[in-house]
Every structure is written in C-alpha cells, then in structure tokens.
C-alpha cells in the first residue's frame, strides 16, 4: 500500500488519514474534498452556530498546524466525478485523475431535498457550514420558521430558533415524531419538552407544497389543504448517501455504499463514515448510522486494518449518537431502528432523568439516556455490547 486516496474531507476521512499517519503509513496519501473549508464539524450546526454561541471559526475539526503535518497532497474544493477501478483511478471535476491502490470513499450524506424547494428563497437545508451560517442570519424575534421533518436535525433547529425566540412550526408525517427511531415514550417526551417551549407541532400530516410570493416562499401548504405561512423553511426529511459520483463503478449501492465488516466494498476499496452501510456482525446485520462519533471510529478501525492485514478485525462497535434539545442532552448508545420493545429500565420519564432500553431479538440492543450523567450510561453501553438477555437486562442493578 503506497498510495492511498481518501475522497471526503471531514470527519470520517480525516480520521482515517491521521489513524494511518500516527500508525506509520508514510505513502503518498491524498485526500479530496469538494467544499473549500478545510475539515469541520457538523453536529454544531445545527445548536452552537445557530443560538449565535458560536461562530464558524470554531467548527474547524483540526488547527492548520496539524492537517500540515499529515503531510496529504490536499485537495480541496473540487469534487471527485468518477473512478476506473480497472485503473485504479480517481477522476475529478477539474479534469484531473489520481491514481490510487488504496481507495478510502467518506463522502457523506446530502439533505434529502423537497420536491419544487430547490433555489427558493428562505428555503434551507442543514448540512454545510454555508447551509447554517444562511439560517442562522434569518433567524430572530417573531420570524415565522416551519420545519418539515421533526427528526433530530429538524428538533435541534427548533429548539435553537425557540432560543431566539423564533415563531416555530414542525411538520411531521408520522404519528409521533421521533418515535421510529426512539420509541413512542422517548418521542413523546421530547414532544412535550417542545411543546412545552411554544413549538407548534403537527404530525400525521404531510407538506405537500411551497408557496412563494415576490420570489420567497411565503408558506407551506399541507396535504389536508392548510397553509402555514412562514418567513423561511427548513426542510429536514432525511438525507441521501453520497454516491451519484460512483455510477457505473460496478460498486453495490443502494442506501449507502454496502461493505463488509472490514470497511470493504471491493479489492483496494472501502467505505467509511455516513456513506457506509456495513455489516456489524455485534448486532448481526447491516447497518448505515449517521453518528459522529462512530464515523471516526471506523476511520480509526480501517486505518489499523490496512496497516495489519494479518490481524485485521471487524468493526462490531456499539453505535453512539447524542442530540441536544434546548439545556438537556440525549445519548443513545446501540441500535435503536426496528427495535421490537422498549421500556424505562432507570430513572423516570416524568421526572426528565430516565434510561431506556430497546430490545431486537432476544438481546438488549440499544439504550437511550435522557438526562442521565455519562458515566452511568456507560455501565448499560457495556450491557448492549456483551449481548444481555433483554429479560436480564429489565431486571438489572441500576449502575451507581
Ligand atoms: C446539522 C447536523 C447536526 C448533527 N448533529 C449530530 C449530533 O448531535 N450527534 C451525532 O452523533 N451526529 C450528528 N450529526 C452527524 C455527524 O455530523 C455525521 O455523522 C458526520 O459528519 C459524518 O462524517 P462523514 O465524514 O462520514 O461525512 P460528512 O461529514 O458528511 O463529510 C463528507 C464530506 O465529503 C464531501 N463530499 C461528498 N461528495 C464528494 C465528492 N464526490 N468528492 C469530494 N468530496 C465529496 C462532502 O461535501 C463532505 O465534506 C449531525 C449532522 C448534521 C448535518
């Protein structure tokens, strides 16, 4: 391996390339990315930046000093377009191609778009230091913002436009937001906090149509006919992995670009990050999270692979994610998607501290702590790993 190519220039790709230098890679190690910033985080986006706590001069995942002293043949600001697997290369939109043997994709995730919203003023997206710096300017006292989707994104974006005293309105389809993936207690819970907070919240109802007036939009019209005026839209209905750029590479993609548990799509390629969907043999099944903190674990996990191929293991974590809504933080730690049941193992919904489980199969898969101080979410993230009998798991000592 003497010529690795990382396309993707943030979190899970700038983990690999350092795992790979701290570990004594000394090839030629170039990494593409298609925004000119020079590697950011994303999880403040959608809190610090747009409460105005921070600005985007602290997002940076690295100081300058120390991208330098990975040594990369950097490019930034231009998008790779294609790759020969035959040739081992990497095309990219300035007409440029890179040769690699090691190819490493952490391309990402992209906001699913909201058909006819594209290009229409005061309607926004959340993924790019651009996307919210731009919402953040317009949000102020008494502005009307309506959110379609009451994910985790869209719940973030409302409780810091709340912060600034923002007129908020959630869309949501489903019954009860959040639940699909939390559960219907979880997800009522944290209904109520907003609702609590003034957010107007509408479920079971979809958007079906932006109105504009003098080349803005001017309000959301539902399904069922209503119209909700509004200053700006935010959509956030989920997002589409990054793999247009791969079309006719031969590579198996369908949500995400699908590998094994060794990060591998192909001989001499591999997957990490939001893009990947890979196959935890800890949870017996494939799976893509969006999770900041597992994207560069896998980056860690590849780079140790690829310079030990001998001892290569499999990457079987415990997927962890956090969300902040308004002064309180949520961990989930585990697989909560298509969970079967779910139940308060600790704590107490109705006093905001509280820890549940979810079970799938047999095992506790996932819990989730609202409230709760970290350490003691800890002990119940070793119970997800060592596979505790869901009966077990309800009956356990709560940890100290
Ligand atoms: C608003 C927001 C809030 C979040 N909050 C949380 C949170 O609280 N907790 C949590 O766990 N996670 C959170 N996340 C998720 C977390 O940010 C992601 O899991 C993480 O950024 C994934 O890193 P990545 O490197 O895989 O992908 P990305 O960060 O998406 O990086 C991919 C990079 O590749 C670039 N790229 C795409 N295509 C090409 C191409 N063809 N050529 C070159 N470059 C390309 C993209 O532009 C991007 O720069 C949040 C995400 C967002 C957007």
């Not at 993936?181 to 944290?190: M, S, T």
């Not at 200053?231 to 989920?238: E, F, H, Q, Y």
């Not at 079987?316 to 308060?344: C, I, K, N």
């Not at 002990?379 to 000592?397: F, G, H, K």
Request: proline fraction near 6%; hydrophobic fraction near 45%.
């Amino acid at each position: 391996m003497r010529r690795v190519v990382v396309v993707g220039a943030s979190a899970a790709g700038l983990t690999t390339a350092e795992a790979l230098r701290r570990q004594g890679f000394d090839g030629l190690l170039t990494m593409i990315g298609d925004e000119r910033h020079p590697p950011y985080d994303r999880p403040p986006l959608s809190k610090q930046i747009l409460t105005g706590q921070w600005g985007p001069e602290h997002l940076r995942l690295r100081p300058e000093s120390d991208i330098e002293a990975l040594d990369l043949d950097l490019r930034l600001g231009v998008a790779a377009a294609g790759v020969d697997r035959a040739r081992r290369t990497v095309a990219l939109a300035d007409g440029s191609t890179v040769s690699y043997d090691t190819l490493i994709i952490a391309t990402g995730v992209r906001p699913r778009p909201f058909p006819g919203g594209r290009g229409i003023a005061g309607v926004h997206v959340l993924r790019t230091q651009e996307d919210a710096v731009a919402l953040r300017d317009r949000l102020g006292s008494g502005r009307r913002l309506v959110i379609i989707g009451a994910g985790f994104v869209g719940t973030e974006v409302a409780a810091a436009a709340r912060r600034r005293d923002v007129d908020v309105t959630l869309v949501e389809s489903a019954a009860q937001p959040l639940a699909r993936i939390i559960g219907r207690d979880a997800g009522r819970f944290l209904t109520g906090i907003h609702r609590e907070r003034g957010v107007r919240i509408l479920t079971g109802v979809r958007a079906a149509a932006l109105d504009t007036a003098d080349d803005a939009v001017s309000g959301v019209r539902l399904e069922d006919g209503r119209l909700l005026p509004a200053d700006d839209v935010l959509v956030a209905i989920g997002s589409l992995p990054n793999t247009d750029w791969l079309r006719g590479s031969g590579l198996d993609m369908g949500d995400g670009l699908v590998c094994d548990a060794y990060s591998r799509c192909a001989p001499g390629v591999h997957a990490v990050g939001d893009v990947a969907r890979w196959f935890n043999p800890l949870f017996g099944c494939e799976m893509r999270v969006e999770h900041r903190t597992t994207a560069s674990e896998q980056g860690m996990a590849l780079a140790r692979n690829l310079l030990n191929p001998a001892d290569a293991q499999p990457f079987a974590p415990v997927p962890y994610f956090w969300t902040d809504q308004y002064e309180m933080r949520v961990q989930a730690h585990g697989y909560l998607p298509g969970h079967a049941e779910s139940a308060v193992l600790d704590g107490d919904l109705a006093q905001g501290r509280a820890l549940i489980g979810y079970s799938r199969g047999r095992h506790l898969t996932g819990v989730l702590a609202i409230g709760m101080p970290f350490g003691a979410v800890r002990a119940w993230r070793t119970a997800v790993a060592r596979r505790t009998e869901w009966a077990a798991a309800a009956s356990l000592p709560a940890p100290a």
